[in-house]
């Protein structure tokens, strides 16, 4: 679970910062998505419930005229 919360805090602070930048920049050039999915079995009068979380984002910058960086994350 540590884990879990040291990658969310990671990809909200580079949400953050990429929307800070993102007004210099141009957001049509950015995009986010993503999706939550919970679910839950009774097993043996036992409930379990997980949830699995996807975030993605990806975006173009063009460097200069010859040189046009492209990036995907996907968590």
């Not at 141009?26 to 009774?42: A, I, K, N, P, Q």
Request: proline content about 0%; charged content about 20%; overall charge negative.
């Amino acid at each position: 679970m540590n884990n879990i919360n040291k990658a969310l805090s990671f990809t909200l602070a580079t949400l953050v910062s990429t929307s800070a930048l993102a007004d210099t920049i141009g957001t049509d050039d950015f995009s986010f998505g993503g999706r939550v999915e919970g679910w839950g079995g009774l097993v043996d009068s036992s409930y379990e419930d997980n949830l699995r979380v996807r975030l993605n984002a990806q975006g173009k910058y063009q460097i200069n005229g010859a040189i046009k960086a492209v990036g995907k994350l996907e968590l």
